[in-house]
């Protein structure tokens, strides 16, 4: 049971564009939200998160939203540069839980 | 730059051969959890344990895996009698306190353990 989807697979955006990467969700429980950042080889960072009680944060180039009424949230790269290739995972958390449910994955490409 | 740190990166196992996947924390960490990752797949939560403890391992199969964190040396994520089916990236995690109780996302990951089952 995917309770985190990422619809898009791939992602490929010109360096200095914006990068717009969507996840849904389905369970209600869930309350805090984040994005990791993975590299080949390497094990998932995370990049940036955000309370069930905010829809907004922003962090230099990195912004998520967060529309609860339709599940969904969104993270903004602007602007995109060569070193943001890589994959995104979007990822929830219920409240005072420790497990995470992550989704598959976008893979974001940064052309020159 | 102590980081999380598991070994082996890569095993190749046959069919029926034991897996095993060791995790050191990042230093002053107890909090430990396995994820694995089958190919395109998000990470899926398997285990969460603290020294000497399991916490909770409602994602762990039923057979053939466990998992334990003494209270010297590292974590171990143990496979017997290994199918193809487990080939998978098996990631390792830390935290200085219990999941995200700090909300900060602070879960530290390593580079990950790539079982391949032939």
Known sequence: DQQVKQNSPSLSVQEGRISILN?????????????????????????????????????????????KSAKHLSLHIVPSQPGDSAVYFCAASEVDDYKLSFGAGTTVTVRA | NAGVMQNPRHLVRRRGQEARLRCSPMKGHSHV????????????????????????????PKERFSA???????????????????????FCASSPLPGLANK???????????LTVL
Do not use: H
């Open chain 2, 68 to 90: 334990e964190f003494p209270k010297e040396g590292p974590s171990i994520l143990r496979i017997q009698q290994v199918v193809r089916g487990d080939s998978a990236a098996y």
């Open chain 2, 104 to 114: 900060t996302g602070e879960l530290f990951f390593g580079e990950g353990s790539r």
């Open chain 1, 23 to 67: 996840c849904d969700y389905t369970n209600s429980m869930f309350d805090y939200f984040l994005w990791y950042k993975k590299y080949p080889a390497e094990g998932p960072t995370f990049l940036i998160s955000i309370s069930s009680i905010k829809d907004k944060n922003e962090d230099g180039r990195f912004t998520v939203f967060l529309n």
């Open chain 2, 33 to 60: 959890y396995w994820y694995r990752q089958l190919p395109e797949e998000g990470l899926k939560f398997m285990v969460y344990l603290q020294k000497e403890n399991i916490i909770d391992e409602s994602g762990m």
